[in-house]
């Protein structure tokens, strides 16, 4: 079964320094999304990628975060200058066909900052 | 604005009995629906995907049916068994060109031996 593989499993970084996120989805998947999930919390949408752009990004998705698929397997999600409340679960999900065979997620990186 | 609402939030049974979760949405202009489970500090595992054609799902001992007029999904496990303990999410993904899942906040599970 194809797999979504999401890189580092956990991260711990200072509170002011950029983190970067990686993600290989499942290779003939063309639309690419990061979301997250506070401890306790729901899983929240922060942004969907298409054809190499973003095609949508929720508030939480401000100038803090960037997203790039700087080759033809990965797709990364940049955290610049991390606080505290950044800390959580980031799930990087693909799937085939803007979801309609349903969206495959990775394992999740845990950040925390520190 | 899809509101997504998981009831109940948490669920301990013994083990064999039949479960339903329920899942209810607030726009019924629905794409699909998946069902999710997610253990302790993990990721999301997809169990069942319900196009908004469609009325139920099987896969084993799941099943999972759509109700899109009343805003309702269910998912019913048959038999539980303690290997089943985790958390059950909802995700619906609406119509009209977005298409982005809103997850619901999940039930929890626990199913003792």
């Known amino acids: 079964e194809p797999e979504v593989t999401q890189t580092p499993s956990h991260q711990v970084t200072q509170m002011g320094q950029e983190v970067i996120l990686h993600c290989v989805p499942i290779?003939?998947?063309?639309?690419f999304y990061w979301y997250r999930q506070i401890l306790g919390q729901k899983v929240e949408f922060l942004v969907s990628?298409?054809?190499?752009?973003?095609?949508?990004k929720s508030e939480i998705f401000d100038d803090q975060f960037s997203v790039e698929r700087p080759d033809g397997s990965n797709f990364t999600l940049k955290i610049r200058s991390t606080k505290l409340e950044d800390s959580a679960m980031y799930f990087c999900a693909s799937s085939e066909m803007a979801g309609y065979y349903g969206y495959t997620f990775g394992s999740g990186t845990r950040l925390t900052v520190v | 604005k899809q509101e997504v609402t998981q009831i109940p939030a948490a669920l301990s049974v013994p083990e064999g009995e039949n479960l339903v979760l329920n899942c209810s949405f607030t726009d019924s202009a629905i794409y699909n629906l998946q069902w999710f489970r997610q253990d302790p500090g993990k990721g999301l595992t997809s169990l069942l995907l319900i196009q908004s054609s469609q009325r139920e799902q099987t896969s084993g001992r799941l099943n999972a049916s759509l109700d899109k007029s009343s805003g309702r999904s269910t998912l019913y496990i048959a038999a539980s068994q303690p290997g089943d303990s985790a958390t059950y999410l909802c995700?619906?993904?609406?119509?009209?060109?977005?298409?982005?899942?809103?997850f619901g906040r999940g039930t929890s599970l626990i199913v003792h031996p």
């Open positions: 995700a619906v993904s609406a119509s009209g060109g977005s298409y982005i899942p809103t």
């Open positions: 290779s003939n998947h063309l639309y």
């Open positions: 990628f298409y054809n190499n752009e973003i095609s949508e």
